[in-house]
């Protein structure tokens, strides 16, 4: 019985051998017929996965985008996992080396076909004397970002031709898309909603009701600029609980210095309130909820509960579309995912003396410079940050024209409480250009 075992085996390993000697002979042959193939125009069968190529998406003042696919350059044979693949009619491209790539080409195409590259959602709400500071804060965005962006912009019409004017200029447009809208408020309410607060700002209140098709997104204030990966702070969704719909950082991080739970008249989430300068959502999950309220014992759903709870608190709301959202949250705690200080780094995390610890050990991943500080000597490490990237070229040396001379700005500013601690505004944007160089290298 042993020995038919044995005997068994050795059929079944002399088989295998045979396998892979065919496809190595397969491989070859198929490299060495590749030049008389090079006039065929169906081959060879190639696709551009990353850099230089792709869709790029035009945005009317509708909303209306056209694509236009452009051309990927030549790429050396076996130096891209672009051309490491053979199609789904079995026959290597003419720039694949048959033997020496035939079996990482057949992992990484699976892997690649099988999982194709996410787009991640940011909406900006736009109005005024803010088209600038909004392009800044997108093109902070491009710079960082792995996974190609889309971006929903919400702007008044007359903006909509510069917008499109500004991003059509904008290098790396395989690396984005973007649509814009006109500010658009319930038709009953419209004047009401658009007066509360800064103009505009209670946009970010009907995402949801707007943005049907869309699952998840990011929300960011034009004062947003991003020193990290959108992708990371996108990551958080995956680390939603099954109740929780939202994502945002506390107000403060110092109760003594908290501005809700000091002088808010009206309910507020947790120990010091929320910010909502920074909003990751899903949507899908708000649009389902229903939500408790003090309004009335049954439950309300996102379009159900806005205008009652502005009815009721608007004579005690300072903060406008920020104290609704606290008001829903402190009702509704177990929907709320709360990230770090750090993800929402505003002037109150330094002025009144560092009050941000893990921006202090990891550095300052999302930049919020509120109350005008990009725009006025009060906080000049702040303005410092936004200079620079909207100085900043691209296609420029990241460390020679963005980060030193940043970082020589920085230095000039010790005589004020943040610029006491300016190495904070660079920990991680040094990290950041240290991972795109090495993505380069390799080739992604």
């Known amino acids: 019985m042993q020995r038919l075992v044995r005997v068994a085996l050795l059929c079944l390993g002399c088989g295998l051998c045979s396998l892979l000697y065919a496809f190595s002979q397969l491989a ?36 209306r985008r056209e694509q236009q696919q452009q051309q990927p350059p030549p790429l050396e044979r076996c130096k891209n996992v672009s051309v490491s693949y053979w199609n789904s009619y079995w026959m290597l491209p003419s720039d694949v080396c048959g033997m020496n790539c035939f079996w990482e080409a057949a992992c990484r195409y699976g892997v690649l076909k099988a999982r194709p590259s996410e787009k991640m959602h940011l909406a900006v709400v736009a109005c005024g004397e803010r088209l600038e500071e909004t392009v800044t804060m997108l093109k902070s965005a491009i710079i960082f970002s792995i996974k190609p962006l889309q971006f929903h912009i919400f702007a008044e019409n007359p903006l909509h031709s510069d917008f499109q004017g500004k991003l059509d200029s904008l290098a790396y447009q395989e690396k984005f898309s973007y649509t814009l809208y006109p500010i658009s408020f319930p038709t009953e309410n419209a004047a009401e909603w658009k007066k509360l607060f800064k103009p505009c700002a209670s946009q970010r209140l009907f995402l949801p009701l707007i943005l049907k098709n869309v699952d998840s997104l990011l929300y960011v204030d034009t004062d947003i600029l991003f020193l990290r990966p959108v992708d990371d702070i996108w990551s958080f969704l995956e680390k939603f609980n099954s109740t929780q719909i939202a994502a945002m950082a506390p107000e403060h991080e110092e109760p003594r210095i908290g501005w809700y739970n000091r002088f808010a008249r009206h309910p507020y989430y947790g120990k010091t309130g929320i910010n909502s300068g920074v909003m990751l959502m899903n949507m899908t ?3 389902r909820k229903y939500f408790k309220n003090d309004m009335t014992t049954a439950r309300l759903q996102w379009e159900e509960i806005l205008m009652p709870l502005l009815k009721k608190y608007k004579l005690n709301i300072t903060w406008g579309d920020q104290d609704l959202l606290n008001i829903i949250f402190f009702h509704n705690p177990e929907s709320l995912f709360v990230f770090p200080c750090q993800w929402n780094y505003r002037p109150d995390h330094c002025i009144y003396g560092s009050n941000c610890q893990r921006a202090e050990k990891e550095g300052i ?22 200079e620079a990237i909207k100085n900043y070229s691209f296609g420029d040396d990241l460390v020679h024209s963005l ?28 990290k950041s250009i240290r991972n795109i160089y090495d993505r380069r290298s390799k080739g992604r």
């Open 28 to 63: 070859l042959s198929l490299e060495q017929e590749a030049p008389r193939r090079r006039g065929d125009p169906a081959f060879p069968v190639r696709r551009q996965l990353s850099g230089g190529g792709g869709w790029k998406a035009v945005a009317g003042s509708a909303g």
């Open 285 to 287: 999950r708000i649009r």
């Open 403 to 430: 980060f030193l001379p940043l970082e020589l700005e920085l230095q000039k500013t010790q005589h004020t409480y943040c610029g006491r601690i300016y190495k904070v505004f660079i920990k991680q944007l040094t």
């Open 365 to 386: 991943f999302i930049l919020h410079g509120n109350r005008g500080v990009y725009h006025d000597d009060k906080q000049p490490a702040f303005r410092a940050v936004y």
